[in-house]
């Protein structure tokens, strides 16, 4: 990261990483998620799941309409994926807001289809992390398409890092529970277009969410979440799992 990337990060709570991934790796990655996607489409106990479905049924899972895909994990399934979380540049972001010591939270997949890709609910990572403190964790979205306010980029609040957290409430879809802020004020909120392979960088604790996709692209991203080594949860368990949450200082990541 540059000095001008981490002033950003520091000031706004996101930052543009600019490109990170080549053409040919975001193709090889779309590839290897469409046929995992294909073998576990209609199932919610194998990583994949429709978060906006009425519940885990196979015939909700997979109905037509409002839908938003997540696919927890995939380190866990293939090579390609944990190639990912270890890239380098990916990793030295990681350093040089984190620090040399990070694990990896987990990492997961979003797929919305073109024309009825769901909204992304705005919302604070550490509501699900539950870090304490909050700074020591962040999130890394690659864009895995070209992605703009048509087919539902990521808008944040820049600065809302700093303020204190907004209320928020448990909203449960049927097939799983989100965390959503209770009231944003959407006329502070920014688009952050990218192009596929590109990354944003963004805090904890900084509004962030996305419209629906109406377009006629789908839209994919990469989301890494990871958060520096040693830091304890508000409930006081923490990260030390290291097989679950392995690091990206040169401790063994995964079995072979």
Not at 39 to 44: F, L, Q
Not at 134 to 147: G, H, Q, S, V
Not at 190 to 219: F, Q, T
Request: some cysteine; hydrophobic content about 35%; overall charge negative.
């Amino acid at each position: 990261m540059t000095p001008q990337m981490i002033e950003e990060f520091q000031r706004d709570g996101v930052a543009r990483l600019g490109r990170v991934l080549s053409d040919e790796t975001v193709q090889a990655i779309n590839t290897r998620f469409k046929e995992l996607f294909d073998a576990k489409t209609g199932t919610a106990d194998q990583g994949l799941r429709n978060i906006t479905a009425a519940s885990n049924s196979a015939e909700d899972q997979t109905a037509p309409g409002n839908r938003h895909f997540q696919l927890m994990n995939p380190w866990h399934m293939d090579p390609v994926f944990r190639d990912l979380y270890q890239n380098d540049a990916i990793v030295k972001a990681h350093h040089a807001i984190l620090g040399d010591k990070v694990q990896l939270i987990h990492d997961q997949i979003f797929f919305k289809p073109a024309g009825d890709g769901a909204r992304s609910q705005w919302h604070l990572d550490n509501n699900y992390f539950q870090c304490d403190p909050p700074d020591n964790a962040l999130t890394i979205w690659i864009a895995l398409d070209d992605a703009d306010q048509e087919n539902s980029c990521l808008w944040y609040m820049p600065g809302s890092h700093k303020l204190p957290a907004g209320e928020s409430k448990i909203v449960d879809t049927g097939s799983t529970k989100l965390i959503h802020l209770k009231e944003v004020d959407e006329s502070k909120l920014v688009p952050y277009e990218i192009k596929a392979g590109h990354a944003l960088m963004h805090h904890s604790l900084v509004v962030h969410g996305a419209y629906p996709n109406h377009s006629d692209r789908c839209r994919r991203s990469y989301g890494i979440h990871c958060v520096k080594t040693g830091t304890p949860k508000l409930d006081g368990g923490g990260f030390n799992n290291f097989e679950a949450c392995p690091t990206l200082d040169g401790t063994p990541l995964h079995k072979d």
